[in-house]
Antibody
Framework: QVHLQESGPGLVRPSETLSLTCSFS????????CSWVRQAPGKALEWIGH???????DYNPSLKSRVTISVDTAKNQFSLELTSVTAADTAVYYC????????????????WGKGTTVTVSS | DIQMTQSPSSLSASVGDRVTITCRAS??????LAWYQQKPGKAPKLLIY???ILESGVPSRFSGSGSRTEFTLTISDLQPDDFATYFC?????FGQGTKLEMK
């Protein structure tokens, strides 16, 4: 059974970098995408991006200039970095296992972490 | 980019009712639409993928249908545990959510 757990600071200062880690156990790596999704208070889910274990990445165009997702297979972890944060980045951040296939739109998330709340404030 | 329009944004119903939630895509794509249930303070839970395939362990009162640009989630015989917010997702776009409340 796959288990995902987010970790990282709950408070980040404006203009600084948000860094989160997702630790996983169970069947994850070789055929899945390491995905990050966030949800601002009272708002809808927003896809941040994903990374494949090989290092290939894809990011939300609205965040692309500020986001890096990387995978550490040796540690069974993947991470999210979001630079130059503002109050608009305050949200619950989820990591998830992305199921992908051979066609372009074949993508959904079947296992999610519990989420971690990040507040951007001075 | 694909935009997903979900309706209604909120819905009141009673135990035993049948409810339908709709998602419309801004362009016609394949049927790789997923539906999630989210309860307050919890992570989303996958209910349905590829428009109509029920995720393992999800009760059969949940069903999905649709293709191209219009998709629906139907919950038959609503149970108390079903009152939650529901999101659709197509590729990297999510709908705005439908909050299902008890009447």
């Amino acid at each position: 059974q796959v288990h995902l757990q987010e970790s990282g600071p709950g408070l980040v200062r404006p203009s600084e970098t948000l860094s989160l880690t997702c630790s996983f156990s169970g069947d994850f790596m070789s055929t899945y995408y390491c995905s990050w999704v966030r949800q601002a208070p009272g708002k809808a889910l927003e896809w941040i991006g994903h990374a494949y274990y090989s290092g290939n990445t894809d990011y939300n165009p609205s965040l692309k200039s500020r986001v890096t997702i990387s995978v550490d297979t040796a540690k069974n972890q993947f991470s999210l970095e979001l630079t130059s944060v503002t109050a608009a980045d305050t949200a619950v951040y989820y990591c998830a296992r992305g199921i992908v296939g051979s066609t372009r739109y074949y993508y959904y998330m079947d296992v999610w972490g519990k989420g971690t709340t990040v507040t951007v404030s001075s | 980019d694909i935009q997903m329009t979900q309706s209604p944004s909120s819905l009141s119903a009673s135990v035993g009712d049948r409810v339908t939630i709709t998602c419309r895509a801004s362009q016609s794509v394949t049927s790789w639409l997923a539906w999630y249930q989210q309860k307050p303070g919890k992570a989303p839970k996958l209910l349905i993928y590829k428009a109509s395939i029920l995720e393992s362990g999800v009760p059969s009162r949940f069903s999905g249908s649709g293709s191209r640009t219009e998709f629906t989630l139907t919950i038959s015989d609503l149970q108390p545990d079903d009152f939650a917010t529901y999101f659709c997702q197509l590729y990297t776009s999510f709908g705005q959510g439908t909050k299902l409340e008890m009447k």
